[in-house]
């Protein structure tokens, strides 16, 4: 639960409220009937409705980076002062491809060569570190179609659809292999949130990172609603600050044994497994 209702002070909660992200939300063994493990890359949620008055969202990121630029990847996410969707690369977005379409057509992704996935990683006096992402967001307008309400869901990269030679399955946004077996789950928030989540699998995600390093950014902001016309002076204070802000740097050896650095001993993650939605 992120919008908790303790502490029962707004001002409190807002600063020093808990927001926990639970290992089996960013590694799951199964998901439903489909067997991974399965390793969250993107992600977006959103809690309305835990506490009435209290908001928060948060937004997940998954970064490849060189396994000598970690540690500098790690102190660019951590130091920079106000996170935003700017701090990592930015999806390309798809607005009008039809989305039986992805990740086949030549129009999913038009324009976005490999580069479109890579960005720099950096603050003011922190040197900037490459890094690749694993996601591309169907962004499909639902005012085009009274039929049509897919819109908001999350794929994998065209480059790593195209390496592993994925196919759509139909009526969802999840992808195969050639020979059958799933390789990406495309899938609601969990029960209690709102957003979207992409998981791909740790064994492919493995072979697309060449030797990389996978690094999740996790971050979000509390806040009240309704805010009405003017906030309180004492909320604009804290949002001043950065107070508001909450953000978790984590690296995925710590719960993937593929990922795990040679020698070094991994802690077991929860067996507990999350509820999730199909869109």
């Known amino acids: ?42 992600g977006y949620l959103t809690a309305d409705e835990q506490t009435p008055g209290r908001h928060v969202f948060g937004f997940l990121k998954a970064l490849l980076v060189r396994p000598q630029d970690v540690d500098l990847a790690k102190t660019a996410l951590t130091s920079a002062e106000h996170p935003s969707m700017w701090s990592t690369p930015r999806p390309p977005e798809d607005y009008y491809t039809f989305a039986g379409e992805i990740p086949w057509s030549s129009q999913f992704g038009a324009g976005s060569e490999p580069e479109a996935y890579r960005a720099d990683v950096g603050e003011r006096g922190v040197p900037e ?15 085009h179609s009274a039929l049509n309400k897919a819109g908001g869901a999350i794929v994998p990269s065209r480059t790593f659809s195209e390496r592993f030679d994925l196919r ?6 999840d992808q195969i292999v050639p020979a059958g077996s799933i390789a990406a789950k495309s899938l609601r928030a969990p029960s209690g949130f709102g957003g979207h989540l992409l998981y791909l699998r740790e064994d492919l995600l493995h072979r697309f990172a060449a030797g990389r390093r996978l690094i999740w950014f996790i971050w979000g902001e509390r806040g009240i609603r309704p805010l009405g016309y003017e906030p309180p002076e004492w909320l ?12 978790q740097v984590r690296g995925a050896e710590e719960l993937s044994p593929l990922f795990a650095s040679p020698g070094k001993r991994r802690p077991r993650s929860s067996t507990r497994q999350s509820s999730v939605r199909r869109h």
């Open 1 to 42: 639960m992120w919008a908790s209702h303790k502490p029962s002070d707004d001002r409190r909660w807002i600063k020093e409220g808990t927001v926990a992200i639970p290992n089996e939300l960013l590694y799951r063994r199964e998901i439903g009937p489909s067997l991974g493990p399965w390793v969250a890359v993107d």
């Open 129 to 143: 570190v490459s890094a690749e992402i694993l996601s591309h967001h169907y962004t499909w307008e639902s005012y």
């Open 168 to 173: 759509g399955i139909p009526q969802s946004f």
């Open 236 to 247: 604009v204070k804290i949002m001043r600050a950065g107070a508001d802000v909450w953000r």
